[in-house]
Structures are given as structure tokens and as C-alpha cells.
């Protein structure tokens, strides 16, 4: 990726069957910029993070769970997950997303 450039978002990263795959952008003590990619029926399983997550689905589908109420999101939605609750994403189908942590 090269600066002061426009590019898309999606087109940085593949999707990989079977996999998923992550390249991070940047990460420090406040922040941390990811972006993933999910091959169908692959997730992230519960867990919590010290810090607010705002997840942006780039392309396809996801299912994710925040304390436990379940939220289906579509390319160009996004949903806050709050710090210090647990959360988990599935992918529904092929999907891309940037997981953008404030700490």
C-alpha cells in the first residue's frame, strides 16, 4: 500500500479457503487497524478486548455476537463492539471486514 493514494479497502487482502487472514495496518498503545479477510463457516470465537471495536464489513456477510445478542451485518454496515464484553464474528459467507480497536 502506498500513501497518498487512493485505493479500496477490500482489494489489499484475499480470500483464502478455509482460512482467515489478517493483515494489520497499524497497531500501537491506542490503536489498531486490521484488516481481515473470511473464507464461509470460518470465525473468531468468543473473547473480550480492553479496548472499543468498530467492525466494517467491506464485502459479503457476518454474523457477530456481542454479550450474547447475535447481529447480522452486510457490506457497508458496521457495528460498535464495546470494551470488556465478549463478541465473536462468524462469516455467513466469504466476507472482508476492517477492525478498527481504540484502546
Known sequence: ??????????????????QVV??????NDAVSLTLFAFSKD???STHESDGDAL?????GKARVTIDGKE???EEKESIVMPARKPHAI???EDFKMLLTVVF
Not at 489478517?22 to 497497531?27: E, N, P, V, W, Y
Not at 467492525?55 to 464485502?59: F, G
Open 22 to 27: 489478517s493483515k494489520t495496518f497499524a497497531q
Open 71 to 73: 447481529f447480522m451485518l
Open 90 to 92: 462468524y462469516a455467513v
Open 42 to 44: 470460518e470465525e473468531i
Open 1 to 18: 500500500m502506498n500513501f497518498e493514494e487512493i485505493f479500496e479497502m477490500g482489494k489489499l487482502i484475499e480470500i483464502n479457503q478455509g
Open 55 to 59: 467492525v466494517t464489513i467491506l464485502e
